[in-house]
């Protein structure tokens, strides 16, 4: 069975699975109460292979931290590291400390069973400390903004169907390029699991020229206690164009996260 067949069973057996009473703070429209803390600690592989041959490999770990202000807003901040594995990754790193910052907010508004949030967050990494003076000879950081919307509508037993809309974009770039995704998919609470996936569509633009792929997504938790779930997520290239001709041949993440609410 290969990777794309096993998401798809995994999804398609726990979406209509039994619903359970417990919280759940594994879904991207959850914000922690006031005083709550949310950590989510996460390891990624991502392995992309172009038509002509090109592979690039990432082996990261993360963490993120988001606090509930209020009941309905919530600041975050994350840091990830880069790994420069010789026989897991493929990227030319300049050494194994290669770290990306995370800041940001996010604010949730209900209107009955229709569920809404707003973020806006800023990351940033230094492609100096990451690649080396001989590939990158400035220490500028590279800076990013990015906005996002999501709504949901809460079905009850445990079913949100939900999309979301994300815009990205480099700061302080002479030739600055606009990065897009939007998500639909559904987040199902089952006994002990709650299981997230749907279709993932990213779009750019670049001089004029645009990029147009499609992933599947998916993401499986388990609560080990109330406050404790412990889970696997990938997502699966299935199809669009490319620019500059590097079509891809097949692209694909698979990871691990530990869920922790205070």
């Not at 445990?158 to 480099?170: C, I, R």
Request: hydrophobic fraction near 40%; proline fraction near 2%; charge should be negative.
């Amino acid at each position: 069975m290969n990777f794309k067949t096993m998401l798809l069973a995994t999804a398609a057996v726990a979406v209509f699975a039994s619903s359970a009473d417990a919280k759940d703070f594994t879904g991207s429209l959850f914000l922690p109460s006031q005083g709550e803390v949310l950590s989510d600690t996460g390891i990624d592989f991502d392995r992309t292979k172009t038509k002509g041959g090109f592979v690039e490999e990432d082996f990261s770990a993360s963490e993120e931290l988001t606090y509930g202000v209020t009941d309905n807003f919530s600041v975050y901040g994350g840091v990830a590291n880069y790994f420069d594995f010789p026989k897991v990754t493929g990227r030319d790193y300049n050494n194994d400390h290669n770290f990306a910052y995370e800041l940001g907010a996010k604010y949730n508004q209900n209107f009955g069973n229709v569920l809404t949030q707003f973020g806006l967050g800023y990351n940033t990494f230094k492609p100096a400390s990451w690649y080396g003076h001989r590939y990158w000879d400035n220490n500028e950081w590279v800076k990013v903004i990015n906005a996002e919307a999501q709504i949901g509508y809460d079905m009850g037993n445990g079913f949100v169907p939900y999309a979301t809309f994300e815009a990205t974009s480099v700061v302080d770039a002479k030739d600055r390029v606009m990065n897009y995704a939007a998500f639909a998919g559904v987040h199902k609470t089952c006994d002990k699991v709650a299981i997230d996936t749907g279709l993932r569509y990213e779009f750019n633009t670049d001089e004029g020229a645009n990029t147009n792929q499609v992933y599947w997504q998916a993401e499986a938790d388990y609560f080990l206690k109330d406050n404790v779930a412990l889970g696997v997520h990938g997502d699966y290239y299935l199809g669009g164009s490319d620019l500059w001709g590097a079509a891809t041949k097949y692209d694909y993440t698979i990871g691990a996260q530990l869920k922790v609410l205070f």
